[in-house]
């Protein structure tokens, strides 16, 4: 017979969650598609919704279904991120429903005419990533926030009594906002978006650790960045940082690019993804000795200015070295 404690025991429930971090090249910068919250309000979310097994062969398709029927729009390269499954971190510390597991992916798609024309304006939009992160881009130089309000603020957290009892993978908090922030003698690792946005949570100086329940300092500051519901822009922060990883050891790239395009364009891309400017003639020669690109042999016009050489990506590589991406320094 069975025993009656085992009977009682309440019920554990888990349910999936899908979300996608959907990129596109917008007017020189990424652009991530997200949903905006009720009355077209400041808080976005991204395209996500649950797992249903019975109607989804694989988490990946229903990915893409919900994704499409959300915005309108069908994502191509698709690849998944990470999954998370912190709890409390969804606004409600003391909720007892089924604990949501949730699987993030990072999407790639070509923004082309017929794209834009196909989004549900009603329903979705595209943003400039850096409106979630804008201390992530140093393409026109260190961004100002940075010693005028994030890092100064860090600082006097970090060295708070409380605080300094906390150490994460060994790292006190003084040591983490000096290895990720790129102070003293350590540089800024543009791979390390993640991290950053984690210190920033737990410092409560972005509006999620508010909304959370945390006692935080939010309501003191200037809250940088624009603000995601539940934990999506942490998925947003490990999407860009995986890709800005993975352009460096696979020509990824070229998901973002249109069929023909210049080397000023692919720069750009390049650039805009890294969130850093590269040197010009480094960088031509780098493509070049990757073998990455061929000439289509037309040019493309523009005025007041000689005409520049399309090319388009040459697939044959990923046959030949398939472990290839763009290694760019600085500009």
Known sequence: ???????SAPEKSVEIGLNAAMVAMLEG?????????VNQTSEYSLPYGGFDPHAHRTMEMGLRELVEAQTGIRPGY??????FGDRGRSRTLD??????VSVGY?????????????IMQDRACWKNWYQFFPWEDWRKGRPAMLDELIIPLLVDWAK?????????????PISRVRIFFGLDEFKWDDEQVLDRYELLYSAGLVKEAAADGRVTMAATCESPGLTMIHDHRRILATAIARLRSKLKYRPVIFELMPDA???FDLQQTAESIFGRAVHKQNFRRLVDKANLVEPT????????????ALFRFRREILKERPALGLRVGRG
């Open 261 to 263: 395009f210049t080397l």
């Open 1 to 7: 017979m069975p025993d009656d404690k085992v009977m």
């Open 29 to 37: 910068s990424p652009a991530i598609l997200v949903i905006p919250g």
């Open 78 to 83: 698709v690849e998944q991120l990470y999954t």
């Open 160 to 172: 708070k009594p409380s605080t300094n009892q906390r150490t994460i993978r060994g790292l006190d």
């Open 95 to 100: 909720d007892h429903s089924p604990h949501v």
């Open 297 to 308: 042999g037309a040019s493309q016009h523009s005025t007041g200015g000689r005409p520049a």
């Open 106 to 118: 990072l999407a790639l798609a070509r923004l082309m005419e017929d794209t834009k024309a196909n």
